[in-house]
């Protein structure tokens, strides 16, 4: 379904636009931990967060014929800021857009300074993207991916083969999961390049499908999340990713709400990085003592930035102090 190759053949596309983002050594956590911790900055990415990558992967690999049909997607926000950048700079049609009723004002108003059309609709992004695809098929219309599509995966890929060019000794990655497309190919790219090297998956309580995905067998393709400040994590774990990589992650790690909004605060205050909680999980349990990382080398990726200011503001009100 997907190889390496492929992945060294998307970088080669999205390179010209994208960042090769920093992996930043971390005194405060490498103290802490007693590991020799490495941070992923993704939140330093192009529009806010790694998702620009598959979906300029995407829509590069579009044949003419595609092109002459409208291009649609759902979105929680950071996919939909990262398929309008890709159609911007490749200068391809406008993209509809469809994003749940809840998501983040910081995320909507950044999309809606690009030339893309779009539509609030459904509760949640599992309802969200039922109504996208409804829309594609009264329009005959041709629906991108977040995450279940082995081209988007491939751009994804790209985050994995940067950090272990970096760390080729890697002991563990630490990577955030939604519907899979990341650690995917991160999981596929690191187990190529360093067949040792262990990818912990990390989902907030408020949504564990790959979690219940990898301990049942099967994918949870939609699946009815809590209330959580991680929206790009919330929501179903897609088949294409279980059927990729279901067999080469080790572990995913389920997170309590509260301690990501302490990794929010903590990086913020120790690191002075801006992190949304879907990326800020990374290094939650590490911060928790969750994981154990005492002599390892670790690389945890910092997904996006895309945070909300009232937002971050209750966060830091919450978490008044070093912790």
Same mark, same amino acid.
């Given at each position: 379904?997907?190889?390496?190759?492929?992945?060294?053949?998307?970088?080669?596309?999205?390179?010209?636009? %994208?960042?090769?983002?920093?992996?930043?050594?971390?005194?405060?956590?490498?103290?802490?931990?007693?590991?020799?911790?490495?941070?992923?900055?993704?939140?330093?990415?192009?529009?806010?967060?790694?998702?620009?990558?598959?979906?300029?992967?995407?829509?590069?690999?579009?044949?003419?014929?595609?092109?002459?049909?409208?291009?649609?997607?759902?979105?929680?926000?950071?996919?939909?800021?990262?398929?309008?950048?890709?159609?911007?700079?490749?200068? *391809?049609?406008?993209?509809? %857009?469809?994003? $749940?009723?809840?998501? $983040?004002?910081?995320?909507?108003?950044?999309?809606?300074?690009?030339?893309?059309?779009?539509?609030?609709?459904?509760?949640?992004?599992?309802?969200?993207?039922?109504?996208?695809?409804?829309?594609?098929?009264?329009?005959?219309?041709?629906? @991108?991916?977040?995450?279940?599509?082995?081209?988007?995966?491939?751009?994804?890929?790209?985050?994995?083969?940067?950090?272990?060019?970096?760390? /080729?000794?890697?002991?563990?990655?630490?990577? /955030?999961?939604?519907?899979?497309?990341? %650690?995917?190919?991160?999981?596929?790219?690191?187990?190529?390049?360093?067949?040792?090297?262990?990818?912990?998956?990390?989902?907030?309580?408020?949504?564990?499908?790959?979690?219940?995905?990898?301990?049942?067998?099967? /994918?949870?393709?939609?699946?009815?999340?809590?209330?959580?400040?991680?929206?790009?994590?919330?929501?179903?774990?897609?088949?294409?990713?279980?059927?990729?990589?279901?067999?080469?992650?080790?572990? @995913?790690?389920?997170?309590?709400?509260?301690?990501?909004?302490?990794?929010?605060?903590?990086?913020?205050?120790?690191?002075?990085?801006?992190?949304?909680?879907?990326?800020?999980?990374?290094?939650?349990?590490?911060?928790?003592?969750?994981?154990?990382?005492?002599?390892?080398?670790?690389?945890?990726?910092?997904?996006?930035?895309?945070?909300?200011?009232?937002?971050? *503001?209750?966060?830091?009100?919450?978490?008044?102090? /070093?912790?």
């Amino acid at each position: 379904m997907l190889s390496i190759t492929d992945v060294l053949r998307a970088r080669a596309r999205i390179q010209p636009h %994208i960042l090769p983002t920093p992996l930043q050594p971390s005194a405060a956590l490498s103290k802490r931990t007693g590991g020799d911790i490495h941070l992923k900055l993704e939140c330093w990415q192009q529009t806010g967060s790694f998702k620009v990558r598959g979906a300029l992967n995407k829509l590069y690999s579009l044949s003419p014929a595609e092109y002459t049909q409208e291009l649609v997607t759902a979105s929680a926000g950071n996919h939909g800021l990262g398929v309008a950048y890709a159609s911007q700079v490749l200068d *391809r049609p406008a993209m509809t %857009i469809f994003v $749940p009723e809840t998501t $983040p004002v910081a995320k909507f108003n950044r999309l809606a300074a690009f030339d893309c059309r779009i539509h609030r609709a459904g509760h949640d992004y599992d309802a969200c993207h039922a109504l996208a695809e409804a829309y594609v098929q009264e329009r005959d219309a041709l629906y @991108i991916s977040a995450y279940d599509d082995p081209v988007v995966i491939a751009g994804q890929a790209t985050v994995g083969l940067e950090t272990l060019e970096c760390l /080729p000794g890697a002991d563990l990655l630490l990577v /955030p999961v939604g519907g899979g497309g990341l %650690i995917a190919g991160v999981a596929l790219v690191a187990k190529t390049l360093n067949p040792a090297v262990r990818i912990i998956g990390l989902q907030p309580e408020a949504s564990p499908a790959a979690f219940l995905s990898l301990r049942e067998g099967r /994918p949870f393709e939609t699946y009815p999340a809590d209330p959580t400040i991680c929206d790009g994590l919330a929501g179903g774990f897609g088949r294409i990713p279980f059927e990729l990589a279901g067999h080469l992650i080790d572990e @995913i790690l389920i997170v309590p709400e509260a301690d990501i909004h302490r990794a929010v605060a903590w990086l913020v205050r120790h690191e002075q990085l801006l992190v949304e909680g879907s990326g800020a999980i990374a290094v939650a349990p590490l911060l928790t003592g969750q994981l154990d990382a005492t002599g390892l080398q670790v690389a945890a990726v910092l997904t996006g930035r895309n945070l909300d200011a009232l937002l971050l *503001r209750d966060i830091l009100s919450e978490n008044p102090g /070093p912790t």
